[in-house]
């Protein structure tokens, strides 16, 4: 399976590992061994140094998996992803001197098993178990890199969309940049005639992951058929139906992680506000729904104090909902661990 598609089709789309590589060896050595449960393998970038470099390194391109794992399905899956990470450190860190970020070299690994057919059949797919994931957390920063089975969550939905609408080529094109994280990307996209730019795609896939509807826009939408049927469910939030009221929602967030909040009930003329601190970069959609359940997408314009509002006439009537869907998107590069909370 790795010498007749694995290699050949994922070389063919990213370029090829170091070769012959640190040992002079075109083959590829992979070590299994007992790991901490769930975990899926790792490659070590330390085994592409010498001894003298890095002391504990193997001097060899090697990839390790879970000995729990050897008869299993997933096998090759969890083979590809490492395979990728390998195939990375030769077309960033060896021919451009540069690391990538976590999170973008993770969201690469992750699709490998969808170019590879692997997601069929979806039952036992790991594109299945990243959805069941990202369903139970789905406002897990996708930049932040904590190594937790949430983080695998959303840079897979994430990469899904990006590659739904922008194609392959741009995962290839971003990996062969001497950039790194977002500016890679957004050059990708800029040298493959897109006239979007992650901002803009990551706002689209934060509508496009509550409505998943072509016949809306295109773009929020999945075309992946294993994604077809997939939506997240926003927080709720009831207003009385009888009367004035005020309902007051304080929300924690981080860059680059989607926050969506439904608000139902009430009737009449409802007065939204948005508030954050001044110097923050927000991007603030929201989703009316009428009563016929037809979604109207618009976007909050926030002042330089990061403040908007809007006035949406027959609430409770015509108007049965409104979902915000509200993502600081300011911090553009140098994700490396923990991010800051605003």
């Not at 899956?77 to 860190?93: C, D, G, M, R, V």
């Not at 995962?171 to 979007?196: Q, R, T």
């Amino acid at each position: 399976e790795f010498k007749d598609k694995i290699y050949p089709t994922l070389t063919s789309i990213f370029g090829s590992e170091w070769k012959p590589g640190i040992d002079g060896e075109e083959r590829i050595t992979i070590l299994f061994h007992q790991m901490k449960q769930g975990v899926g393998g790792y490659f070590r970038e330390a085994d592409e140094y010498i001894k003298l470099q890095v002391p504990n390194s193997n001097e060899r391109e090697m990839v390790y998996l879970p000995l729990s794992q050897i008869n299993s399905s997933q096998l090759k899956t969890l083979l590809a992803h490492e395979f990728l990470h390998l195939i990375t450190f030769n077309q960033k860190n060896k021919i451009h001197e540069v690391s990538e970020e976590v999170w973008l070299n993770e969201a690469r690994a992750e699709y490998a098993s969808t170019i590879l057919g692997y997601d069929d059949p979806y039952e036992s797919s790991n594109l299945k178990r990243r959805v069941k994931v990202f369903l139970s957390r789905p406002t897990d920063s996708l930049t932040e890199w904590l190594n937790k089975k949430y983080d695998y969550g959303s840079i897979n939905l994430f990469i899904h969309y990006l590659v739904d609408h922008y194609g392959i080529e741009i995962l290839a094109s971003s990996l062969k940049s001497k950039l790194v994280g977002i500016p890679s990307l957004n050059e990708a996209l800029k040298k493959n005639g897109f006239k979007e730019d992650f901002s803009q795609i990551f706002t689209d896939w934060t509508i496009a992951v509550i409505v998943n509807d072509c016949s809306i826009n295109r773009k929020y939408c999945y075309f992946n058929k294993n994604l077809k049927d997939f939506r997240i469910t926003p927080a709720l939030n009831f207003l009385p139906l009888t009367g004035k009221s005020s309902l007051s929602v304080t929300n924690l967030t981080k860059n680059w992680a989607g926050n969506w909040q439904k608000i139902t009930g009430g009737n009449g003329v409802l007065k939204l506000r948005f508030e954050s601190l001044a110097g923050l970069n927000f991007k603030v959609p929201y989703i009316i729904e009428d009563e016929q359940g037809n979604f109207l997408i618009n976007f909050l314009e926030l002042d330089e104090n990061q403040t908007g509002e809007v006035y949406i006439k027959d609430f409770g009537t015509k108007n049965k909902s409104i979902i915000i869907i509200p993502s600081l998107q300011t911090k553009i590069s140098g994700f490396d661990g923990i991010e800051p909370t605003y």
